[in-house]
């Protein structure tokens, strides 16, 4: 199990698995999303955005990207830019493609895109390249101090 399962688990959070085949991949969110047979509006993926030395998780559709300037207003930054692969994955201690917004090795502000809250679930990773996890958005608000703001291009 990865971290992000363990602390659902721990904290009671009802999810289910959705193990599925992955290779390397340029879109792992997109990957996942076809291989599961599910919309790319439900399967999100997780970003990393940063200013200065404050960090904050992105967690939007894989079917779009990321309004950095949406970000910074959510997270009331000034302006946040994408952070590079490596430093991601050695804040978060994820790899890339399997980097899950649950259980970083330390909290960060994070920004769930409201289009999720059309859904009762959605897919995020589940800590590893061929492991989502479904969970209920509005839990996801409730108990992870998660922001639903639009940060999706879709509102652009």
């Not at 998780?57 to 309004?67: E, F, K, L, R």
Request: aromatic share 4%; hydrophobic share 40%.
């Amino acid at each position: 199990m990865t971290p992000a399962i363990n602390l659902l688990k721990k904290l009671k959070i009802p999810h289910k698995l959705y193990p599925y085949e992955c290779e390397a991949h340029d879109d792992f969110g997109k990957h996942a999303a076809t291989q599961l047979g599910l919309p790319e509006e439900r399967v999100f993926k997780t970003l990393l955005a940063h200013h200065d030395k404050q960090a904050v998780v992105a967690i939007v559709p894989s079917s779009g990207m990321c309004s950095l300037k949406q970000l910074a207003k959510a997270t009331g930054l000034k302006k946040v830019e994408m952070m590079k692969p490596l430093d991601a994955e050695k804040l978060t201690g994820y790899k890339v493609g399997g980097i899950s917004p649950l259980a970083q090795k330390k909290p960060l502000p994070t920004v769930l895109d409201d289009s999720a809250m059309a859904f009762d679930e959605i897919l995020v990773s589940g800590g590893k390249r061929g492991l989502s996890v479904g969970v209920a958005p509005a839990d996801m608000v409730r108990l992870m101090n998660w922001i639903a703001a639009p940060i999706g291009d879709h509102h652009d």
